[in-house]
């Protein structure tokens, strides 16, 4: 899309208007049950495991797990890197280190062949339990992980993944798109048998309140917050915005539009079109007439999906924190 030279400034936003959407509280039942369960376990727990996005690896990430953190050894898991662009991942690093953050490791929990998982995640585990003293779990011979993090970052996945590569087994846990999708912490799931590992899945805790409404509609777009919370409208809305403001335009050959658009209707309307989404209302005035409308929620779940599978490019929606971090 090299030949769409446009001059941002005077065509697209530079601001994104969330409107009236409130994304900054949401905090279900279950997740303060959750929250309370993982303060409870930690006396059991040798090393906690938080798996987040790699799209968003500051945003979202719940501060009430700090305290946890500081008690027992901490691995950060960045997951869904097959989505996020990483040309600055040192500088992402060097930010994490900063907020106390020392072992990171990258991966994508969903490749069947996980190098990561298969030849890393476990020894990175182990060196870490080794570091620290136990306390009195000394003399226990098996580890205990704590995994947690936001909704639907690949908790359950990673679980899997290192069922199926360490044990030769299938799923434990029960795997979806959705954020929410596990709801109590669960049993203790095995997950390696040299060393004896076990490990407790926790479900999605998100801030009691998110720090602002940008965060929270990254954490939308990224589907840790379920859709109709917020609305696939108002997300595609600032999936648009996103792209633009970075001059990623893969979308207009993906979509097959003649020209970048800052206007989320047209594109969604093009969409709609194209895919034969419409919906049949009744015409004004008229007892027996209908007329068709594009059916802008089913296209936009047709761009949010896109977007969410990499169809659209690698993304980094932390840009802007880490543009603000340059000058500490």
């Known amino acids: 899309m090299a030949k769409h ?11 994104f208007t969330f409107g009236t959407k409130d994304v900054t509280k949401w905090f279900p039942g279950h997740m303060n049950k959750g929250m309370k369960q993982i303060e409870m376990m930690l006396k059991n727990v040798d090393c906690v495991v938080e798996v987040h996005d790699a799209r968003i690896p500051f945003s979202g990430r719940n501060p009430n797990f700090r305290n ?17 662009d990483m040309t ?31 030849k890393k995640l476990i020894p990175k585990i182990k060196d870490l339990i080794g570091s620290r003293s136990r306390y009195h779990r000394e003399e226990s011979l098996e580890y205990n992980l704590l995994i947690i993090g936001i909704p639907n970052v690949g908790k359950s996945s990673l679980i899997n993944s290192l069922r199926r590569t360490h044990l030769k087994k299938g ?20 997950v390696c048998e040299e060393p004896a590992m076990y490990l407790y899945d926790t ?18 777009l990224s589907a840790a917050l379920q859709d109709h919370l917020v609305g696939v409208d108002s997300i595609a809305d600032y999936m648009l915005y996103t792209l633009n403001k970075k001059g990623n ?80």
Do not use: W
């Open 203 to 220: 479900p999605g805790i998100l801030a009691p309140n998110v720090q602002n409404v940008e965060v929270g509609m990254k954490l939308a």
């Open 68 to 84: 946890a953190l500081m008690l027992r050894p901490h691995l950060l898991v960045l997951n869904k890197v097959d989505l996020a």
């Open 5 to 15: 030279v446009i001059s941002r400034s005077s065509v697209f936003r530079e601001k």
């Open 249 to 328: 335009y893969s979308y207009v050959k993906y979509f097959g539009l003649e020209d970048p658009t800052d206007d989320v209707l047209k594109l969604l309307a093009h969409v709609a079109l194209k895919n034969n989404k419409a919906v049949k209302l009744r015409s004004p005035g008229s007892q027996t007439g209908y007329v068709y409308r594009p059916h802008f929620d089913a296209a936009a779940g047709i761009v949010l999906r896109a977007f969410r599978e990499g169809k659209l490019g690698l993304v980094m929606l932390d840009d802007d924190i880490l543009d603000s971090s340059q000058g500490r």
């Open 88 to 118: 600055r991942q040192d500088k992402v690093e060097e930010l994490l280190q900063q907020q106390g953050v020392n072992s990171v490791v990258y991966t994508n929990c969903k490749e069947q062949t996980n190098t990561v998982v298969k």
């Open 171 to 190: 799923k434990a846990t029960r795997v979806g798109g959705i954020a929410g999708i596990t709801r109590s912490v669960l049993e203790r799931i095995k």
